[in-house]
């Protein structure tokens, strides 16, 4: 990109500007919650939840190495990694 801002348009229904009619910066707002959503989403899928072959391939070599597994503390789902939970066992 060559750093100028661009204007992207999307169409929204009756009940998406209802709910943000008291905002006084919607295009802030819009840009923000734009941006927290990618932050959160899958850097394999970037959030269509679908893999495309080439990408499956990648997370199969990738999961021979590591496991999900579901935090004791906190309760969520997390990657591990095979080989350095062996070394952690070792220390």
Known sequence: MDGK???ITFKA???LVEA???ITNRSEF???AILSALDGACPL???TGVLNERQ???WRNFSVTHEMERCGKCNVNHLVC???SDTAEIL
Do not use: N
């Open 20 to 22: 943000m009619e008291g």
């Open 13 to 15: 229904d009756d009940t």
């Open 45 to 47: 899928c970037r959030g």
């Open 82 to 84: 095979l080989a350095e």
């Open 5 to 7: 801002a661009h204007i």
């Open 56 to 58: 499956r391939r990648h």
């Open 30 to 32: 819009i840009r923000g």
